[in-house]
Nanobody
Framework: QVQLVESGGDLVQAGGSLRLSCAASGSIFSTYDMGWYRQAPGKRRELVARITSGGNIKYAESVKGRFTISRDNAKATVYLQMNSLNPEDTAVYYC????????????WGRGTQVTVSS
């Protein structure tokens, strides 16, 4: 089992930047694909970015070129650098850990609020 704690959410003006962090504990970090998801009020939770245990990366189209996901296995932490933020990025951002071995458990953090003012 793994515990995830997000941090770095804040109120920022449009055009600004934030860096989210997700610290994992309780299991072998390198055996998890890590992802950032977000959920805006009244909307479904959606994938923002994902980085596999092998370092392959996928981004949502809406954040390509603006957001960068990275991981530090030694620190058991995944990051999301968010640049050129706009009000549509306002949401609660959740960290996800997907175990790469059967039975492929998923774990979630409690989320961190990102609010972008216009």
């Amino acid at each position: 089992q793994v515990q995830l704690v997000e941090s770095g959410g804040d109120l920022v003006q449009a055009g600004g930047s934030l860096r989210l962090s997700c610290a994992a504990s309780g299991s072998i970090f390198s055996t998890y694909d890590m992802g950032w998801y977000r959920q805006a009020p009244g909307k479904r939770r959606e994938l923002v970015a994902r980085i596999t245990s092998g370092g392959n990366i996928k981004y949502a189209e809406s954040v390509k070129g603006r957001f960068t996901i990275s991981r530090d296995n030694a620190k058991a932490t995944v990051y999301l650098q968010m640049n050129s933020l706009n009000p549509e990025d306002t949401a609660v951002y959740y960290c996800n850990a997907h175990h790469i071995y059967y039975p492929y458990y998923d774990y979630w953090g409690r989320g961190t609020q990102v609010t972008v003012s216009s």
